[in-house]
């Protein structure tokens, strides 16, 4: 890993995190445990990362060398434990952070299918996916982390299949609202993290959706009105966005397009390239996602080192590979 660091190792990185689970079984392992998000800022200050704002990262990559390394922290989709869990660690830390945040998680309109998945399967020994034709067996905590890993892959293969796990989650008596109060943040709990001194607040979309599968002004007014919403809650100025889901099926150039003609100074995806300092795309940044089962102290070296990078290449690439998480990114 060192030797792979010091060749192929990112000068500049952006780490995609989002929530920061105290008991990351219960939760099916579908986030990043606290331990690890500890781990990886001291890793990064031994290894000489400076821990900055997405905006300092920004204005560094055009003058980008060995020696001054840095990385900015996002998270996505406003969940409580930024709040309660991970914003002591970073505090510690004095780690900048930005938080992207979807309109619907505050207002408990989000359509989080994935919390209800997990839900699902945590709750249930057999579980019948209807539109994906299958009956899950799943009585044992490994069964229900692979049959939800199952699930959630076959989704992000084609973003049209939310609405029918919606209606499976709907007729299995799961409530998304009761979901989004008990996991993610509300008004005013934003508005207080929004005023700390080392958060910084993003754009995500009113209600997360693959903004590649709606029309121009819909995904128009996805962009816009959350923009504004989060803007007038926070008194905040939002400069930077972070698409839903982040794969090359969920956004495209044209989205790229209205993030920049909105006024965005950023848009950031789920994809792992390096960013390549000035010819950096602004509108697709890459990030380098932490979490889920295979969210491990060693895969997020082999991320940060370059060696994933290049094996991906080698091997052909992952176009949109899928990053396993309790959100949908």
């Not at 060192?2 to 939760?27: C, F, N, S, T, Y």
């Not at 919606?166 to 993610?184: D, F, K, M, Q």
């Not at 491990?296 to 082999?302: P, Q």
Request: net charge neutral; with cysteine; hydrophobic share 40%.
């Amino acid at each position: 890993m060192a030797v792979a660091r010091k060749w192929l190792g990112e000068r500049a990185v952006i780490i995609m995190l989002h929530d920061i689970q105290e008991d990351p079984v219960r939760e099916l392992m579908t986030g990043t445990p606290a331990g690890l998000l500890e781990y990886i800022l001291c890793w990064l200050r031994r290894h000489e990362f400076e821990l900055v704002t997405l905006d300092e990262c920004l204005r560094r990559l055009p003058i980008m060398d060995d020696a001054r390394r840095c990385a900015a922290l996002t998270f996505d989709d406003g969940y409580r434990d930024l709040m309660t869990v991970a914003l002591p660690i970073l505090e510690r830390h004095h780690a900048p952070f930005m938080m992207y945040i979807p309109t619907g998680a505050i207002t408990r309109t989000l359509p989080s299918w994935w919390l209800g998945l997990r839900e699902l399967f945590r709750a249930n020994d057999h579980v019948a996916i209807d539109t994906m034709g299958r009956v899950f067996s799943c009585r044992d905590y490994g069964g229900k982390v692979r049959a939800f890993d199952a699930v959630n892959r076959w989704i992000h293969q084609d973003y049209s299949r939310i609405a029918g796990i919606l209606r499976n989650l709907e007729s299995a008596g799961i409530s998304l609202p009761y979901l989004n109060e008990t996991y993610c943040l509300d008004e005013d709990e934003l508005r207080i993290l929004a005023r700390h001194p080392l958060a910084s607040v993003g754009g995500h979309t009113v209600s997360h959706a693959a903004l590649a599968t709606l029309n121009a002004s819909e995904a128009a007014r996805e962009i816009g009105e959350n923009r504004d919403y989060l803007e007038q809650l926070t008194g905040s100025s939002v400069r930077h966005f972070a698409y839903p889901y982040g794969t090359e099926a969920a956004f495209g150039p044209r989205d790229q397009q209205l993030c920049q003609a909105a006024g965005f100074r950023s848009a950031v995806s789920a994809q792992p390239a390096r960013i390549s300092g000035e010819k950096a795309d602004m509108y697709a940044l890459p990030r380098i996602c932490i979490g889920g089962p295979s969210g491990t102290r060693i895969s997020f070296e082999g991320e940060i080192s370059g060696v994933r990078s290049l094996v991906n290449r080698v091997s052909g690439g992952i176009g949109g590979r899928q990053r396993w998480s309790a959100s949908a990114g």
